[in-house]
């Protein structure tokens, strides 16, 4: 399975954006780049998916490289509730594919 | 509420002793996913089951079984606990059997076992 760093942790301040950086230099080409997030005592919960081009929903934007070998989850006005665990996971198409949870980074937000 | 629902919430036992995890997928969702996260180990994948057939394995241990029910529901067994299987064991779903690069699961709140 191709494999994902990010930093441990990260602090922002409230109402301020956050970027959280992903490398995965050896991600192959049908390795699509998740995120889910850990709130303290709750299960993970999806954020945010794609594959190649950047992509926007309610809860985040998810910044992609030109070449694939890193990403950004950026949060964009970060509130209280967004102190978190964050996990960058790539999926590959297949059978057996599954997520597979790393360290993550942990956000702390400081109001 | 993700739509995912575990029972019991809190379970406290004794070593030796055998216990049942229960989980309801979200309505529509075909494959069921079982996580364990201790302290030490973090989120480690156990198992998947799609419309009742096992699909992947990950590292479930031999005295931990799982099914899952024609209704859709998954059952996690734990026998011979140990005070190290202490962990919240985590259930997720999604709609697809998994091949798919773009699988988006959805988690249930955890199932919080200790082993005294």
């Known amino acids: 399975d191709a494999k994902t760093t990010q930093p441990n942790s990260m602090e922002s301040n409230e109402e301020e954006p956050v970027h959280l950086p992903c490398n995965h230099s050896t991600i192959s080409g049908t390795d699509y780049i998740h995120w889910y997030r850990q709130l303290p005592s709750q299960g993970p919960e999806y954020v945010i998916h794609g594959l190649t081009s950047n992509v926007n929903n309610r809860m985040a934007s998810l910044a992609i490289a030109e070449d694939r070998k890193s990403s950004t989850l950026i949060l964009h006005r970060a509130t209280l509730r967004d102190a978190a665990v964050y996990y960058c996971i790539l999926l590959y198409g297949g059978a057996t594919n599954k997520l597979i949870f790393g360290t993550g980074t942990l956000l702390a937000v400081q109001p | 509420d993700s739509g995912v629902t575990q029972t019991p919430k809190h379970l406290i036992t004794a070593t030796g002793q055998r216990v049942t995890l229960r989980c309801s997928p979200r309505?529509?969702?075909?494959?069921v996913y079982w996580y364990q996260q201790s302290l030490d180990q973090g989120l480690q994948f156990l198992i998947q089951y799609y419309n009742g057939e096992e699909r992947a394995k990950g590292n479930i241990l031999e005295r931990f079984s799982a099914q899952q029910f024609p209704d859709l529901h998954s059952e996690l067994n734990l026998s011979s606990l140990e005070l190290g299987d202490s962990a919240l064991y985590f259930c997720a779903s999604s709609p697809w059997d998994g091949d798919s690069g773009a699988n988006v699961l959805t988690f249930g709140a955890g199932s919080r076992l200790t082993v005294l």
């Open positions: 309505s529509g969702d075909l494959s």
